[in-house]
């Protein structure tokens, strides 16, 4: 998309044919490239332990910065796509992300590879990612949902390749080579983002006024000026400022739905509080098989059996999940779905033979694709539509803290303990409680409503955010895609 597009919000000519559908193709390449990317991370863990003396906690600082960055990077790509389009922006992520990877493959320390690989390369990612399902928002209208569905298996399609092609670069190459090779695989995103041309406007469409909208006077500001103050003034220009920068921080971030609907509230601390075990699996998993002696290609095989079953689960999950019969009760289908995340993880601990974690692979990937699947209609049940991209950015930003900090200190327990089995431990931990929390938080929310409901029977239309203790206005059911929305996954 051009600038004008992006930043002027105009309404772009429906497509859901021709062309639209080579753009649903890059972002499903878009998707294995970017989001399945830090999968792999784990069958280099114990050569870049040997390699730089590091610890277990300072080895997981490396994949956790990448999947931070990744996440919490969405509102500064929204400003991004706001002010150059997707297009820029998806080539900007690429460009980046190769940077990062073949500057990674000369680093002589640990902590240089977690600007390179990790924050470079996560940056980069993030970018080329959430632009590239913005995109869809212009190019799909009628077949939105499918479209992002269809996006969407991109993810199980790059945990199933990244770790095969790993293991397989690493045996013949080592580790320094195979991120040179990197680079040159996520430039690529270059390739999807220049599929992504601009799209064509409606017919009757306005040229934006190059000119920037005049932002309102704020009270404060009238008074000042009534008096005779300066526009110019110090002080007027620092409370200026400070009223744009708050515009912004609640335009991206709403921290106003956070303090005000019950229901986001609950749901944001429930999956901050869930993600800080939820990937640790993705980040152990082949170290602790390695350890218990199971050969490197059976090791990296697991992460390829969750993205290979992921790839046919997960849509099952999404269409049933949207059967009427949810409708109103898909936070408790997340919740079950994260419990037995959780629950899956004692398989581990029962046993390490390769047959064995084929089988936890098998549970955790079915219990992974329902989360996966929900975590963002769940929160578009939570919030208005009208507010979502917004709501999501708070939400991202915060999910992006765990994923920091999860796994450091989980590797921090293991070299204390020199058990591995601490890894799952915490896993079900995180997982079960965050999952216990929302459910039950839900459902005494919900009959608080329903009282609250009862008493106030003079009220026709009930508010459309089931679980917001705040009433919200009806939207008209026809919207047109929104100008900037960052996403993001698990």
């Excluded at 170290?287 to 993205?307: D, F, M, Q, R, T």
């Amino acid at each position: 998309m051009s600038q004008g597009e992006a930043a002027g919000g105009r309404t772009a000519k429906p497509q859901d044919h021709g062309w639209a559908w080579m753009v649903l193709l890059a972002a499903v390449v878009l998707q294995a490239l970017t989001l399945g990317f830090p999968c792999c991370i784990g069958v280099f863990f114990t050569d870049l332990q040997n390699e730089f003396q590091a610890s277990n906690s300072q080895t997981s600082w490396f994949p956790s910065i990448i999947v931070a960055v990744l996440h919490g990077g969405g509102p500064l790509c929204s400003i991004l796509v706001k002010r150059f389009g997707c297009r820029f922006v998806v080539m900007l992520g690429g460009l980046l992300s190769g940077l990062g990877m073949v500057s990674s493959s000369f680093c002589k320390s640990i902590s240089q590879l977690y600007l390179t690989a990790g924050f470079i390369t996560g940056l980069g990612s993030c970018f080329s990612f959430q632009a590239g399902v913005t995109v869809l928002g212009y190019y799909f209208v009628r077949w939105q949902t499918l479209a992002n569905a269809v996006a969407s298996t991109g993810v199980s399609l790059g945990f199933t390749l990244w770790p095969l092609l790993s293991q397989y670069l690493l045996d013949e190459m080592g580790w320094r080579n195979s991120f040179l090779i990197f680079g040159g695989i996520l430039l690529n995103c270059c390739v999807c983002g220049a599929i992504m041309r601009p799209v064509q406007l409606a017919a009757g469409s306005l040229p934006q006024s190059a000119k920037p909208e005049e932002e309102p006077v704020s009270r404060a500001e009238e008074a000042q000026l009534s008096n005779g103050a300066s526009p110019y003034h110090p002080m007027l220009q620092q409370h200026t400022r400070r009223t744009k920068c708050f515009q912004t921080l609640q335009k991206y971030l709403a921290f106003d739905i956070f303090c005000q609907n019950k229901g986001y509230q609950i749901y944001t601390i429930g999956v901050t509080w869930m993600m800080m075990g939820f990937a640790l699996p993705h980040v152990y998993l082949v170290p602790y098989a390695i350890h218990n002696g199971v050969e490197e290609h059976k090791a990296a095989l697991l992460i390829s059996v969750i993205g290979f079953i992921n790839i046919f689960i997960r849509p099952l999950t999404g269409l049933l999940s949207g059967h009427r019969v949810f409708t109103g009760r898909r936070i408790y289908l997340f919740s079950l779905a994260a419990f037995l995340c959780g629950l899956s993880n004692f398989i581990c601990v029962i046993s390490a033979k390769f047959s064995v974690l084929i089988l936890y692979c098998i549970i955790l990937s079915i219990a992974m694709s329902g989360v996966g699947s929900l975590v963002f209609q769940v929160l578009m049940d939570v919030v208005d539509m009208d507010r979502f991209s917004s709501a999501l950015g708070l939400f991202t930003v915060l999910e992006s803290i765990s994923h920091l900090i999860g796994p450091p200190l989980t590797g921090l327990l293991i070299d204390i303990t020199s058990d591995f089995h601490y890894v799952f431990y915490n896993s079900s931990f995180f997982l079960m409680s965050a999952a216990l929390f929302m459910g039950l938080s839900f459902c005494a929310l919900e009959k608080k409503n329903k009282l609250r409901k009862a008493s106030k029977a003079h009220l026709d239309n009930p508010s459309r955010c089931q679980y917001s203790e705040t009433s919200a206005e009806p939207k008209a059911e026809s919207q047109s895609p929104p100008a900037v929305e960052y996403v993001t996954s698990i």
